[in-house]
């Protein structure tokens, strides 16, 4: 069994600032990690391979400071490691991303058929969520997003069973294989690496991948095929209310409500008789 787990570095998202003139981002000086929804795919790849001996490849495009990432993944245990960069995949929107990727999974089902591709569910420099099931389209593969718990694997029939979080409570699924799998944050617990994974990740010989290797279109990564636009980026003004102190008669549940819908209606003069209008006409 092959897998395949899509990772992105990101900057931390609890030190980036905006620019107060320009605003953009500001990525100086702030440090970069392995987005951390992928994390938990990675792990559950990871939990895979030590149950039914998959082979675990580690898969990012982006500069070539992302090979910090790939070597950090190496090091919590997966097999291999593949970085897609090239000047020509810059500026790519979450379209062309997951062009680019499909490309080099499936570049790498040449060598070894991909049955399973985890993605995280999103990420946190981008929030689209768009990315994995792009990959799954482009594939063919079936989607199962937003999953909490994988109940079964059956390699002989290539069948999986997850459980997946909606609305309405959780749906068990099942279907075949080959398919792309998102995990949603806090379903497991990541795992430390091992002194012997620590060393081989820093000796790792990382795969470097170009557009051309992988045999991508250039119409259809980077800025070329990106028809989305980013008008603007804001920082959202901060609001000038204060907060108020509402001093109750007494302690008690029934006098703090009182003094709470007192100070409501002192703050809204016309709410009463708007209540009052609409009780009348039975709303």
Known sequence: MHIVVCIKQVPDSAQIRIHPVTNTIMRQGVPAIINPFDLF???EALRLKDKVGARVTVLTMGPPMAE???RKALSLGADDAVLLTDRK?????????SYALTSAIQKLAEEEPVDIVFCGKQTVDGDTAQVGPGIATRLGFEQLTYITKIEDLNIASKEIVVQRRS?????????KLPCMITMLEGTNTIRFGKMDDLFRAARYDLKTWSRDYTGAEEGRVG???????????FVPKPRAEKAKMIEAASDTPDAMA???????????????DDLLARAAAGL
């Open 223 to 233: 800025l070329k095929g990106s028809p989305t636009v980013v008008s603007k980026v």
């Open 167 to 175: 609305e309405g409570g959780v749906q068990v699924l099942k279907t």
């Open 68 to 70: 910090t990432s790939l």
């Open 258 to 272: 009182a003094a709470a819908i007192d100070a409501i209606f002192a703050a809204q003069p016309k709410l009463a």
């Open 89 to 97: 995949f810059a500026g790519s929107d979450t379209l062309a991303t």
């Open 41 to 43: 795919s990675l792990e």
